[in-house]
């Protein structure tokens, strides 16, 4: 279903061409936190050549953009996550590999083996106490020894 253009009378034209003409004249602003997005890799370049978000906020300042050394760091921080997270997606891999990928890919994995151990404890008679604690010793040391493996696997 097409439309048939429509009859414009010329003051519309002319009203049309008045607040295009308003538009252009008045700059388009972003926020802050756009800002300090858009400029995420020069900021980074500034604090790894040593300087501080203090020194990054007194550029701005420099150029008329009030904003304090923290809401700096904030908006930054923010900025740099997002970005880590779309392009770099190897590099967010490895560094949070370490921290937190490992941990909860390994977690599933030692509560199967810790369990049979749990289980075979809890059937065995209460007088081996010691052979208790050693067989939850040998589940820590299968954890531990899980952890190491995964670990190394995914450097």
Do not use: C, W
Not at 26 to 53: F, H, N, R, W
Not at 108 to 137: I, L, N
Request: charged fraction near 25%; avoid cysteine; glycine fraction near 4%.
């Amino acid at each position: 279903m097409s439309r048939k253009p429509k009859a414009v009378p010329l003051s519309k034209v002319d009203d049309i061409q008045a607040s295009l003409k308003q538009k252009a004249a008045t700059p388009k602003t972003v926020s802050v936190e756009e800002l300090v997005k858009s400029l995420a890799k020069p900021i980074q370049d500034m604090l790894d050549a040593g300087y501080s978000y203090e020194d990054v906020s007194d550029v701005f300042k420099g150029h008329g953009v009030e904003l304090a050394a923290s809401g700096m760091k904030s908006f930054h921080k923010r900025a740099m996550a997002t970005n880590t997270n779309k392009p770099g997606s190897e590099s967010a891999v490895s560094s949070d590999s370490d921290s937190t990928t490992i941990p909860v890919d390994n977690n599933p994995p030692p509560e199967v083996d810790a369990m049979p151990p749990a289980t075979v404890e809890k059937s065995s008679p209460s007088s081996s106490q010691t052979s208790q604690g050693t067989k939850a010793k040998k589940g820590a040391a299968k954890t531990n020894s899980q952890f190491n493996v995964t670990d190394r696997s995914s450097v």
